[in-house]
């Protein structure tokens, strides 16, 4: 379970690295300046991501393969191709979203693990009034 924990893990990283890449890039103008809203934008999606595959599994393993994974496809996107095409491009919200990222999926990884959600803890939170006391 712990290796299939592991490996999901590294999948989720690559795949969210390639659509996350190219979020990254979202900006707007807003008054004559130039906002990246991408990069906060993809650098949640990512984190959120490895949340929940960490509460999913229970345990830090895919928190961590998602975060190699994302490291090795981000790394690769920054490689020139042999036609001189780049996934990620030499740019002030490129270093932003790298370290960022890295930073952010690094603490998320490390991070406790959220209990998981079962119908048993929510019921048992869930009071049914007695009857003949539902008077305030």
């Not at 990254?24 to 990246?36: E, F, P």
């Not at 509460?55 to 036609?83: D, M």
Request: proline letters at 5%; aromatic letters at 8%; glycine letters at 12%.
């Amino acid at each position: 379970m712990k290796i299939w924990a592991l490996l999901v893990g590294l999948i989720v990283g690559v795949i969210f690295s390639f659509g996350t890449g190219f979020v990254q890039a979202d900006r707007m103008r807003l008054q004559g300046h130039t906002v990246y809203y991408g990069v906060p934008l993809a650098v949640a999606i990512l984190v959120t991501v490895l949340i929940w595959l960490n509460r999913h599994f229970q345990s830090r393993l895919p928190g961590a393969g998602t975060l190699l994974g994302w490291i090795v496809a981000t790394w690769q996107l920054t490689i020139e191709t042999s036609g001189g095409d780049l996934g990620l491009v030499p740019a002030l919200h490129v270093n932003a979203y790298l370290i960022a990222g890295s930073l952010c999926l690094g603490m998320a990884a490390a991070a406790p693990i959220f209990r998981p959600l079962n119908d048993d803890l929510i019921q048992s939170m869930q009071h049914p009034l007695v009857p003949g006391n539902d008077h305030e």
